[in-house]
């Protein structure tokens, strides 16, 4: 297994340590015997906790901040190459990597047994609930997710054994950088098309992460969604271990969803995981959606394989609450004559805005389904407007911000608004509207509410404090 001091006498320093991930992975070296030490553009609660548990942390952000010595400087992906301490690392000749390059390496130290969850779809969720199971199994493993999960202690953990559990995010290529040992390939599909050509060259980049897996020998395992249109062209060629998980029967692992009616009337829904056609763990879904129930599933199989035991993994799973942003219920409001529930979702993607949707409409069964969605990225809006156009359909009311603008040029903004995609909504029959700025909207759903309503805010943006500011303390 990885020793504690297995990065004993490295020094780095991390540009952006306040951020979730980097603060995460700045703990992982720390706890490994590294000297860590980092800045941020600006305080705030990750920041307090890092400099009162010892890290020194610079909010000034010069050259000068870089402690002598350092050994390697790590940056965030928001960090640019002209900024000052990358300048003046570069000027030293110290070595300067990005968070996945040192996650990577991570990984790689000797003992260590990386697990990466790719997928353009499901990464957190899915990482949080095989970290929840393996935690709860015995299996004590290191993670790094990027989102908030109270059961695993936040975005991070260290554990004991040698298993360090990851998203391996496909932005910027960056899982490339990672080693894992075990990964899997939740889903496929275009995005991030600002980074990619198309479909092809995201495709290629999945095979390429597929390709870093090490042989089967050697204990290399990929797990991959057996309905993707792209399994074959990402498999091809691959020393390591294949196998598919998915709802067709020709799975190697078959998820079958089982509705049943208990004696008091209400409706119940059990997951049930299949191999050659034998029954090898059921377990109540933690969260709705035929896709949290395949998230569940796919953490079954990398969690047995790491040595949990079917039984102990399905109590598990059951227990699972969830983590921020996806499907979180935020609270409840009171209107006239009764009270609507507010929901808070992360989805930015038409197939994850459409997933979500209609696991909401099935499983609370509102008396309108309103849906505020704010776009994340002009080049995503535009690349993806025909598809964004027919995933509300399962929305009674859809509310239109301004689009979130990060990392696009000006030219990109110009190119489409949040009025074009609410056209486009309209033209297929969906009653949407344009709502600005974006504090007047938990005003305008407090003045249409009616009761029985089930409010979701959706996005990768800010939109979330819509929600918190429509529960307005009424939270139940």
Same mark, same amino acid.
């Given at each position: 297994?990885?020793?504690?001091?297995?990065?004993?006498?490295?020094?780095?320093?991390?540009?952006?340590?306040?951020?979730?991930?980097?603060?995460?992975?700045?703990?992982?070296?720390?706890? =490994?015997?590294?000297?860590?030490?980092?800045?941020? =553009?600006?305080?705030?609660?990750?920041?307090? $906790?890092?400099?009162?548990?010892?890290?020194?942390?610079?909010?000034?952000?010069?050259?000068?901040?870089?402690?002598?010595?350092?050994?390697?400087?790590?940056?965030?992906?928001?960090?640019?190459?002209?900024?000052?301490?990358?300048?003046?690392?570069?000027?030293?000749?110290?070595?300067?990597?990005?968070? $996945?390059?040192?996650?990577?390496?991570?990984?790689?130290?000797?003992?260590?047994?990386?697990?990466?969850?790719?997928?353009?779809?499901?990464?957190?969720?899915?990482?949080?609930?095989?970290?929840?199971?393996?935690?709860?199994?015995?299996?004590?493993?290191?993670?790094?997710?990027?989102?908030?999960?109270? %059961? #695993?202690?936040?975005?991070?953990?260290?554990?004991?054994?040698?298993?360090?559990?990851?998203?391996?995010?496909?932005?910027? *290529?960056?899982?490339?950088?990672?080693?894992?040992?075990?990964?899997?390939?939740?889903?496929?599909?275009?995005?991030?098309?600002?980074?990619?050509?198309?479909?092809?060259?995201?495709?290629?980049?999945?095979?390429?992460?597929?390709? %870093?897996?090490?042989?089967?020998? $050697?204990?290399?395992?990929?797990?991959?969604?057996?309905? !993707?249109?792209? *399994?074959?062209?990402?498999?091809?060629?691959?020393?390591?271990?294949?196998?598919?998980? /998915?709802?067709?029967?020709?799975?190697?692992? %078959?998820?079958?969803?089982?509705?049943?009616?208990?004696?008091?009337?209400?409706?119940?829904?059990?997951?049930?995981?299949?191999?050659?056609?034998?029954?090898?763990?059921?377990?109540?879904?933690?969260?709705?959606?035929?896709?949290?129930?395949?998230?569940?599933?796919?953490?079954?199989?990398?969690?047995?394989?790491?040595?949990?035991?079917?039984?102990?993994?399905?109590?598990?799973?059951?227990?699972?609450?969830?983590?921020?942003?996806?499907?979180?219920?935020? /609270? =409840?409001?009171?209107?006239?004559?009764?009270?609507?529930?507010?929901?808070?979702?992360?989805?930015?993607?038409?197939?994850?805005?459409?997933?979500?949707?209609?696991?909401?409409?099935?499983?609370?069964?509102?008396?309108?389904?309103?849906?505020?969605?704010?776009?994340? %990225?002009? !080049? =995503?809006?535009?690349?993806?407007?025909?598809?964004?156009?027919?995933?509300?359909?399962?929305?009674?009311?859809?509310?239109?911000?301004? #689009?979130?603008?990060?990392?696009?040029?000006?030219?990109?903004?110009?190119?489409?608004?949040?009025?074009?995609?609410?056209?486009?909504?309209?033209?297929?029959?969906?009653?949407?509207?344009?709502?600005?700025?974006?504090?007047? #909207?938990?005003?305008?759903?407090?003045?249409?509410?009616?009761?029985?309503?089930?409010?979701?805010?959706?996005?990768?943006?800010?939109?979330?404090?819509?929600?918190?500011?429509?529960?307005?303390?009424?939270?139940?």
């Amino acid at each position: 297994m990885t020793t504690p001091d297995a990065m004993a006498g490295q020094r780095l320093h991390f540009v952006g340590i306040g951020g979730s991930g980097m603060s995460g992975l700045a703990r992982l070296c720390r706890d =490994r015997g590294a000297r860590v030490t980092g800045s941020d =553009r600006g305080g705030g609660p990750t920041v307090d $906790a890092l400099v009162r548990d010892g890290f020194g942390v610079s909010l000034d952000q010069t050259a000068g901040v870089i402690p002598d010595g350092t050994d390697t400087v790590v940056i965030s992906a928001a960090i640019p190459y002209d900024h000052p301490e990358v300048v003046e690392a570069t000027r030293r000749g110290v070595d300067v990597v990005k968070y $996945a390059g040192m996650l990577g390496r991570l990984m790689a130290l000797p003992g260590a047994l990386g697990v990466a969850v790719a997928g353009t779809h499901g990464k957190s969720s899915t990482t949080s609930m095989l970290a929840h199971a393996m935690i709860r199994c015995g299996l004590d493993p290191s993670v790094i997710v990027g989102a908030h999960c109270a %059961q #695993i202690g936040g975005g991070f953990r260290t554990g004991g054994s040698p298993l360090l559990v990851a998203e391996a995010c496909e932005y910027d *290529r960056s899982f490339h950088a990672l080693s894992p040992t075990h990964g899997v390939i939740l889903n496929l599909e275009a995005d991030h098309l600002d980074i990619y050509d198309g479909i092809d060259a995201i495709v290629e980049s999945f095979a390429t992460f597929a390709h %870093q897996l090490p042989s089967k020998d $050697a204990g290399g395992y990929l797990l991959v969604q057996h309905e !993707s249109p792209h *399994r074959v062209a990402v498999t091809a060629g691959l020393r390591c271990e294949v196998e598919t998980i /998915g709802f067709a029967p020709q799975a190697d692992w %078959q998820v079958r969803l089982i509705d049943h009616t208990p004696d008091n009337g209400s409706t119940a829904r059990t997951v049930e995981l299949r191999r050659q056609g034998q029954t090898v763990c059921r377990w109540a879904p933690p969260l709705p959606g035929e896709h949290m129930a395949y998230n569940s599933a796919v953490a079954a199989v990398l969690a047995h394989r790491s040595g949990a035991a079917w039984d102990a993994l399905a109590d598990a799973l059951a227990s699972f609450t969830g983590l921020d942003r996806r499907m979180q219920r935020v /609270g =409840r409001r009171a209107v006239d004559g009764g009270h609507i529930d507010v929901v808070d979702d992360y989805g930015h993607h038409p197939t994850e805005v459409d997933t979500t949707l209609r696991a909401l409409r099935q499983h609370a069964n509102p008396t309108r389904l309103v849906c505020v969605f704010q776009p994340h %990225q002009h !080049s =995503r809006t535009r690349h993806l407007l025909d598809q964004f156009a027919v995933s509300f359909h399962a929305a009674d009311v859809v509310i239109v911000p301004e #689009i979130y603008f990060v990392r696009d040029s000006e030219a990109e903004r110009t190119s489409v608004t949040s009025a074009t995609l609410v056209e486009r909504l309209r033209d297929t029959g969906v009653n949407a509207m344009h709502v600005h700025p974006l504090d007047a #909207i938990a005003d305008h759903l407090a003045a249409i509410a009616k009761p029985g309503d089930l409010v979701v805010t959706m996005g990768a943006g800010d939109v979330w404090k819509v929600a918190r500011e429509l529960v307005d303390g009424e939270s139940a």
